[in-house]
């Protein structure tokens, strides 16, 4: 998340910062929720982004579904995906069957071009996983 700061920033302020932030777009969040706040190095001359970490994987799910509306406000939410799968994520999206991709609640998924959502791991060969779906999926 991206927000202003100010050179005498300390945690408690940033956390107030956050939350008020938050509960302008309709997002209640409180204090006790938040395990860890603080802001992660960035290119000079730029914004240092705010790393958060929630007790509750659903309070963050609630906040990632504002995102639409924080991205208008200038504010940018993003998920913090590994490198690992950043990497799956790409070669899924080089794959002729897969459409799109997206990453959710921490697991990769793609979406095919026969409209068919699938959960994939790292490890994963991409083609027998969309074999064995096909083959395995309700009717």
Do not use: W
Request: aromatic share 4%; glycine share 4%.
């Amino acid at each position: 998340m991206d927000i202003q700061e100010d050179h005498q920033e300390s945690i408690p302020n940033l956390t107030s910062k956050v939350i008020g932030l938050l509960h302008d777009k309709g997002v209640k969040l409180q204090n006790d929720q938040i395990l860890e706040i603080h802001r992660i190095p960035s290119k000079k001359g730029q914004i240092r982004p705010v790393l958060l970490k929630l007790k509750c994987n659903n309070d963050k799910t609630i906040i990632m579904r504002k995102r639409k509306e924080m991205k208008a406000a200038g504010h940018r939410l993003v998920d913090d995906v590994t490198a690992l799968n950043s990497a799956l994520m790409n070669r899924l999206s080089l794959h002729p069957a897969i459409e799109t991709t997206l990453f959710f609640n921490g697991s990769v998924f793609a979406l095919t071009k026969n409209q068919e959502r699938i959960k994939f791991d790292i490890h994963n060969n991409i083609n027998s996983v969309i074999s064995e779906y096909r083959e395995n999926r309700p009717k």
